[in-house]
């Protein structure tokens, strides 16, 4: 079994043409830049969006409207009120999405025509929607009754609810969008099982998702914790070994023919040995438990904040009870997630970097580890020249060039054990 490890040696990103060719660096900047760019433009116009709505005079009249439909029924106004600004929001942001969209299908990324894309946007808003609506109606619901312990009750029930959605979200939502199904007897699931052994991680199976309805990027993620804990693989990280694997049965035994199938395995099986190690480090447990503290802050905040008069009459609103607050309680809980995003994308760049250092110990197969960098950089289109403020702020895992380093390192400090193919950079 492998010990915990809190200290991660995390050498700084390397030049991207020690690992990759110039055409390959190009090809990766040219699809990347633009993207992060259009990002940047649809977060900015969505915070106009809820600026105008909250704190214009034409903006409040459009929520005064909705929230009359409901008559003095303070729950129905507030739905009413929340709804109506993410229907906006939706509509707004629904030309970024298919810009998109059409970068993928240009750059062969997308798999699916345009009325499958729209279905899954179309589900997913009203997912959103849903998940919004109920807890943010139920705040200002709350806060307009004041029911006895307000407001730390609402900010208990406010963590509740994020400790059930993230238990149930791997059984309920993620089936809503995607197929699962384990992943197939053979010598990868045997190595797998013993990879979660060597780990310490109880795992009784991997899932494979059928994402190549939709793309062709490659990845692999768990969700859940406990019984709903799962191992999800996309069936594209599988796709290249399932071809190898059919090439060298068509073609009968050899050295040769084994090869590709062999080093498509490696690259699987240190994936999952990286999500693994997520499950060793109670990654997702820990997530959800901050998840759920800055919820309950995130309530007991606003609430100290709209008893503030200058605030009030700012937004104007009577308090966090009015249900004409909603665009304001949605735009200060979108500035206050941008200025949480350091924090949250420094731990998260270290809980990956954590789970690639394990996944290096147990395979001890650093070249490997920089094959699968390669790959998963060149199948989606990563940024191979991050500007620096960018990955501080948002970047939730190491840079490509960052995590090879970090391989480069472990082959340097295991030079004298025999390690798998290690050679170091080029």
């Not at 990027?217 to 594209?236: K, P, Q």
């Not at 693994?276 to 503290?293: F, K, N, Q, S, Y």
Request: with cysteine; hydrophobic share 50%.
């Amino acid at each position: 079994m492998v010990g915990w490890r809190w200290r991660v040696p995390r050498p700084p990103a390397a030049d991207p043409l020690r690992a990759f060719s110039s055409e390959e660096v190009e090809v990766c900047v040219r699809h990347a830049k633009p993207r992060q760019r259009w990002g940047l433009m649809a977060f900015a116009v969505d915070l106009l969006l809820l600026a105008a709505l909250a704190l214009s005079p034409p903006g409040r009249r459009v929520v005064a409207w909705a929230a009359g439909l409901a008559g003095g029924f303070v729950p129905g106004r507030a739905a009413l009120t929340v709804t109506t600004v993410m229907v906006l929001q939706a509509l707004v942001g629904l030309p970024f999405s298919l810009r998109a969209y059409r970068q993928d299908r240009r750059d062969g990324l997308a798999t699916q025509r345009l009325p499958g894309f729209l279905a899954d946007w179309l589900k997913g808003r009203g997912v959103g929607l849903v998940l919004t609506v109920l807890p943010v109606a139920g705040l200002i619901a709350a806060a307009h009754w004041r029911p006895p312990g307000y407001p730390w009750v609402a900010a208990a029930v406010g963590a509740l609810l994020v400790v059930l959605l993230g238990l149930l979200s791997p059984v309920v939502l993620e089936p809503l969008f995607n197929r699962f199904a384990p992943l197939e007897a053979g010598p990868l699931r045997e190595r797998m099982l013993a990879l979660a052994a060597t780990i310490g991680v109880p795992v009784r199976d991997v899932l494979v998702t059928d994402a190549s309805r939709r793309t062709t990027r490659v990845n692999a993620y768990v969700s859940g914790i406990g019984r709903t804990r799962r191992v999800v693989v996309y069936d594209t990280l599988l796709a290249d070994r399932r071809a190898a694997a059919a090439r060298a049965a068509d073609d009968g035994p050899g050295p040769v023919e084994r090869a590709p199938e062999r080093e498509r395995e490696d690259e699987v099986a240190l994936v999952l040995a990286h999500e693994l190690a997520h499950v060793r480090h109670r990654d997702v447990l820990l997530g959800m438990a901050g998840g759920a503290l800055t919820t309950a802050g995130g309530v007991l905040l606003v609430s100290w904040l709209l008893e503030r008069a200058w605030l009030r009459d700012l937004l104007h609103v009577s308090g966090l009870g009015d249900p004409d607050v909603a665009p304001g309680l949605l735009l200060l809980g979108a500035v206050g997630a941008l200025l949480a995003a350091p924090l949250a994308s420094a731990v998260s760049r270290w809980a990956e970097a954590r789970a690639d250092w394990l996944a290096l110990e147990v395979s001890r197969d650093p070249v490997t580890a920089v094959a699968v960098e390669r790959r998963l950089a060149l199948e989606n289109r990563a940024d191979l020249r991050p500007n620096r403020l960018r990955v501080l702020l948002f970047a939730s895992h190491p840079p490509t060039m960052a995590r090879i380093a970090q391989a480069w390192l472990w082959a340097d400090r295991h030079a004298d054990e025999p390690v798998p193919g290690a050679g170091g950079p080029a």
